[in-house]
């Protein structure tokens, strides 16, 4: 079955450095999204691709955060600078259809630790 | 904005037996999706079964069925004959039918399972 890739698995990082993270989602689905899972916390949605185009990234924090999907298949997250709060599992996730029933198709996951 | 709220942090349940995880959530919608999802330790999360919102069956999925009160904004998982490898975290999650609309989800159960 198909799966959602993402890379790193894991990221030890210092505050202040910049890190970066990479998703291919399955073939064919033109959502992609990412969510910030904090430890015992469920997934907060952080950006929403539709193809190339942001749909939804009002929780994304902009000031050093960013994300692209330049051709409408995989997609890079950034964090710079990073800050010791931004330690977290961040998930990628992709779905056929932006709305509705289509489930979403998860990732592993990057587990991020910033010290 | 729509919430989801379970509230059960922690749930435990001897194997081979039933139990049932809660979840209300807070929507002025009339259509849209629920899910329940499972994430296994260090493990993706996985769908385990979907609701839609004009259904009055309860969904059902092998072992996992779901107990969908409209009026009462409640979504209930039911896991009989728990296996051992039913231990996760679930999370419920909420999504209306509109376009753009994100997967919100509840801040999640972690379900035990006893040999």
């Known amino acids: 079955e198909a799966e959602v890739a993402q890379s790193p698995r894991y990221k030890i990082t210092e505050k202040s450095q910049a890190v970066a993270f990479w998703c291919d989602p399955i073939?064919?689905?033109?959502?992609l999204y990412w969510y910030r899972q904090i430890l015992g916390q469920g997934p907060e949605l952080l950006v929403q691709?539709?193809?190339?185009?942001?749909?939804?990234d009002s929780q994304l924090p902009k000031d050093r955060f960013s994300a692209e999907r330049l051709k409408g298949v995989d997609s890079t997250l950034k964090i710079q600078p990073a800050e010791l709060g931004d330690s977290a599992m961040y998930l990628c996730?992709?779905?056929?259809?932006?709305?509705?029933?289509?489930?979403?198709?998860f990732g592993n996951g990057t587990r991020l630790t910033v010290t | 904005a729509q919430t989801v709220t379970q509230s059960q942090p922690e749930m435990s349940v001897q194997e081979a037996e039933t139990v049932t995880l809660s979840c209300t959530y807070d929507t002025s919608e009339s259509d849209y999706y629920l899910f329940w999802y499972k994430q296994p330790p260090s493990r993706q999360m996985i769908l385990v079964i979907r609701?839609?919102?004009?259904?009055?069956q309860n969904a059902t999925e092998n072992r996992f069925s779901v107990n969908f009160q409209k009026a009462a904004k409640s979504f209930s998982l039911k896991i009989s004959d728990s296996q051992l490898g039913d231990a996760a975290m679930y999370f419920c999650?909420?999504?209306?039918?509109?376009?753009?609309?994100?997967?919100?989800f509840g801040g999640g159960t972690r379900l035990m399972v006893k040999p």
């Open positions: 996730a992709s779905s056929s259809l932006p709305r509705g029933g289509a489930p979403l198709h």
């Open positions: 609701q839609e919102a004009y259904k009055q």
């Open positions: 073939s064919g689905h033109a959502t």
């Open positions: 999650a909420y999504r209306s039918s509109n376009a753009g609309n994100m997967l919100t």
């Open positions: 691709f539709q193809d190339e185009s942001v749909v939804d």
